[in-house]
């Protein structure tokens, strides 16, 4: 009992919950932020799944940490993307609703 | 004999669990934005902890910083400026999507689960080189990784550049 941060799978089904989170609010949510909270969620557990092999199966410890930085990198670039995404489609629609882009749809 | 900092370090890394799950299940079933949000950095501030746990000190602080500090905030930004107040709480119809939702999840959840548990056994590598330090994280980001290291620096710039230009002008603007 006294050593259960050290064991691989604890890690990895947290990761599984966080993914299993993610895919959930992705489905649920109608709004552009709602699912860019879900993405985050999923990112995280990806990155917390490169950090667990990091240290407990890696030959080289550096190699998941810089993954796992630009996992980071990636989720702050996204999130600056979506939320100027999320204001050019209020000036275009003037509706922050997801559903009501339909003007592609025939 | 078990010594009571070790208890304690074991005790914490649980509470970082239960942390990372509650504000899991917050940033998902949240009915308002602001509360999914809130719930996100709950959620991020416990898997920081795990990382510590997991031998880096050096990508706790960096999630704190960039997923907390920045991320986060840039989301609260996100919903200030792009909804009006009576938008912000989201219709929370239970209807058909979070029936799918739940099926979907559940089933990639409990896949991974089963085959973590049931069909690999990981081995730790035989031979290892460096270590945790952050030195050896600069050396290998300046030699090993020089590439992926200047290719990250030019998504970022691009995203910046990018968001820049789509969000130019103001929110009452005309296109």
């Known amino acids: 009992?006294?050593?259960i941060s050290n064991n691989l799978n604890i890690y990895l089904i947290l990761a599984a919950f966080l993914f299993a989170m993610g895919l959930y609010g992705m489905i649920r949510h109608k709004t552009f932020i709602g699912m860019l909270v879900s993405t985050e969620l999923i990112l995280n557990g990806a990155g917390l799944n490169f950090m667990a092999f990091n240290k407990f199966t890696a030959p080289d410890p550096a190699t998941g940490q810089i993954i796992t930085l630009f996992i980071m990198g990636i989720a702050a670039a996204e999130a600056a993307?979506?939320?100027s995404f999320i204001l050019a489609v209020y000036r275009k629609y003037n509706t922050s609703d997801p559903e009501s882009l339909k003007e592609l749809i025939g | 004999m078990i010594a009571y900092y070790q208890i304690i370090a074991q005790i914490m890394f649980v509470a970082f669990i239960l942390l990372t799950i509650v504000g899991a299940l917050l940033a998902v079933n949240a009915k308002i934005l602001m509360h999914s949000v809130l719930g996100l950095a709950v959620c991020l501030l416990g898997v920081a902890g795990l990382y510590f746990y997991l031998g880096s000190i050096f990508l706790t602080l960096m999630q704190i910083m960039i997923y907390v500090g920045a991320v986060c905030i840039v989301l609260v930004f996100g919903i200030m400026v792009g909804f009006t107040p009576n938008e912000s709480a989201?219709?929370?119809d239970i209807g058909?999507?979070?029936l799918l939702g739940i099926v979907a999840s559940g089933i990639?959840?409990?896949g991974l689960v089963v085959t973590i548990l049931g069909r690999t056994s990981?081995?730790?590598a035989a031979i290892t080189i460096g270590d945790?330090?952050?030195e050896w994280i600069g050396e290998s980001l300046l030699l090993k990784y020089c590439l992926a290291f200047e290719l990250i620096s030019v998504v970022l710039l691009i995203a910046i550049v990018g968001s820049i230009i789509l969000a130019k002008g103001g929110r009452e603007?005309?296109?």
């Open chain 2, 90 to 92: 989201e219709k929370n």
């Open chain 1, 81 to 83: 993307i979506v939320v």
């Open chain 2, 122 to 124: 990981w081995e730790a």
């Open chain 2, 173 to 175: 603007e005309g296109l």
């Open chain 1, 1 to 3: 009992m006294i050593t």
């Open chain 2, 108 to 110: 990639a959840g409990l």
């Open chain 2, 96 to 98: 058909r999507n979070t």
């Open chain 2, 132 to 134: 945790f330090s952050i």
